[in-house]
């Protein structure tokens, strides 16, 4: 592990060392202590690194930040974009690799789909995490972390995102997702398993669960799709009235979304930030197409094909344990849509995050994942009881 370690540090230097020149390391170093931010790992600071830099004179401050962005704006957009890949797919082998994962693909009849796990263990029991619309598997390592020493962790790349297949000739609505998923799980062994989703992903979720109940053995939604109610408005209504929040072409549409994804926003170095976007311009065509098969040009909420696309009529007949998070402060599906879950699916419960957006497993990676860990110990220990009553 290490040496691994190493290795993955080394490369970060080599990165880092291209751009030695203009200074970019005390850039970086001062920006990120004016931030509390660690630089290398883009946690906060500890406490008392903290007070050793309040203790320093004279320290810049805003100065720091503004001199990295005129640098930063200096450098042409290529090499960016080059670097923020370089830098993030470095961060990331780093991260999969201190928790013990592999990256791997599974060659489904539609196309590759890529995902990452960890090492399977007897007796301990299976999590599956269904990211949400235009994110990744590669982005559940701060969650993942506080799971892992547990639980055998298992994280797809949804098809048409990521690394997993894209193909325009399909139709990606979540009942398609669902089948094409099931199949990686077949193909796998993985028989039962814990199901957590996140926006999107929540939806697909609640789609595999009443589709395949035998195969899930509890489920978790987080700022999930699939639900809605008639009074809260939601990107759904934007959707209806012809903006696509994930088609962006500028860096301000940008700053826009991330505004929108987070109340909480996680720091983004610079190199990487101009990476994300760019992922979004180059997919802003296959965003718009994937948003047009679901909701197929519908213009209002009453066109008979609008609710059918949800599952309110559905959740009542949900025999799951279901616990649901969401976030207070969501900017994309709010707590009300939550709430109506909640209110539909029997048994569930409810936890709504103060001053959290639409992003809770990463706004708030610890608080979210205390909550997923009690609610799988307490259905853990349901499942042994019955088990023991069965065979008495």
């Known amino acids: 592990m290490l040496a691994k370690l190493d290795q993955v540090q080394n490369s970060i230097k080599t990165v880092k060392d291209r751009v030695n020149k ?52 200096q450098i042409p957009k290529s090499k960016k974009i080059k670097w923020g890949e370089d830098i993030f797919s ?43 619309f235009a994110d990744t598997k590669d982005n559940l390592f701060d969650l993942a972390q506080h799971m892992v020493p547990d639980y055998h962790f298992f994280a797809p790349d949804i098809p048409g995102f990521g690394k997993s297949f894209k193909n325009p000739q399909l139709n990606y609505e979540l009942t398609s997702m669902a089948d094409w998923l099931k ?7 993985i028989e039962q398993f814990h199901l957590i989703g996140h926006s999107m992903g929540g939806g697909l979720a609640i789609d595999f669960a009443l589709k395949y109940p035998e195969m ?22 934007e959707i ?21 994804a987070f109340y909480n926003l996680p720091f983004v170095p610079p190199f ?16 718009g197409l994937l948003v047009e098969q679901t909701f197929e040009n519908m213009e209002s909420r009453d066109d008979p094909r609008f609710q059918p696309k949800f599952f309110n009529d559905q959740l009542p007949s949900l025999q799951i344990p279901t616990h649901i998070i969401w976030g ?34 990463y706004e ?29």
């Open 22 to 73: 203009t200074g970019d390391q005390v850039l970086d170093s001062v920006y990120g202590m004016s931030k509390r931010i660690n630089v290398m790992t883009f946690q906060p600071l500890p406490k008392s690194a903290n007070r050793l830099y309040d203790a320093i004179p004279n320290k810049p401050r805003d100065t720091a930040e503004k001199a990295l962005e005129r640098w930063f704006e």
């Open 90 to 132: 470095r961060y990331i082998s780093l991260r999969r690799a201190v928790i013990g994962g592999e990256e791997r693909i599974y060659d489904s009849p539609e196309g590759p789909i890529c995902y990452w796990e960890t090492k399977r263990k007897p007796g301990k029991e299976t999590i599956v995490f269904f990211h949400g």
């Open 183 to 189: 199949g990686l799980m077949d193909d796998q062994g």
């Open 216 to 237: 899930v053995k509890s489920l978790c939604l987080i700022c999930c799709a699939g639900v809605i109610t008639p009074d809260a408005p939601s990107i759904y209504d």
């Open 240 to 260: 209806l009235d012809g903006e696509v929040l994930f088609q962006i072409e500028t860096m301000d549409e940008f700053e826009d979304f991330l505004g929108r």
């Open 272 to 287: 990487v930030k101009q990476y994300y976007f760019n992922q979004f311009l180059e997919n802003y065509d296959w965003y």
């Open 328 to 361: 207070e402060k969501d900017a994309i599906f709010p707590a009300d849509y939550g709430k109506e879950a909640h209110r539909l699916i029997p048994g569930s419960t409810l936890n709504i995050l103060s001053d959290i957006g639409h992003s809770p497993q």
């Open 364 to 392: 708030s990676p610890k608080q979210v994942a205390k909550l997923i860990r009690g609610f799988l110990q307490h259905q853990i220990k349901q499942d042994d009881c019955k088990l023991h009553i069965k065979e008495s």
